[in-house]
């Protein structure tokens, strides 16, 4: 059965930091690239952070997040993480996780954690 499970989400205020995490199961997780998304009411879900697979040698941000975030993965562990530093109250939304394959042409969503910046 193919789970991911974010956690880490919470309240915080303005210039906090929180790190988010997502464990992975039920799939070959080093053979997937994973990327976090997030989402608010009414809005497309967007990109924030993707990490390339295996290794993690290549990782890309939203221009809002540059130098506020970090992605980074351990295989081992079969997790993906998301440090977010110098919150803005703008990066409020339920943040989700994802795995996408090119070579098995699949992709898995998780279930979204609340992140919400505010004083």
């Known amino acids: 059965q193919v789970q991911l499970v974010e956690s880490g989400g919470g309240l915080v205020q303005p210039g906090g930091s929180l790190r988010l995490s997502c464990a992975a199961s039920?799939?070959?997780?080093?053979?997937?690239?994973m990327s976090w998304y997030r989402q608010t009411p009414g809005k497309e879900r967007e990109l924030v952070a993707a990490i390339s697979s295996a290794g993690g040698d290549t990782t890309n941000y939203a221009d809002s997040v540059k130098g506020r975030f970090a992605i980074s993965r351990d295989n081992a562990k079969k997790s993906v993480y998301l440090q977010m530093n110098s919150l803005k109250p703008e990066d409020t939304a339920v943040y989700y996780c994802k795995a996408d394959s090119s070579v098995t042409r699949r992709y898995y969503w998780g279930q979204g954690t609340q992140v919400t910046v505010s004083s």
């Open positions: 039920g799939f070959s997780f080093s053979i997937y690239a």
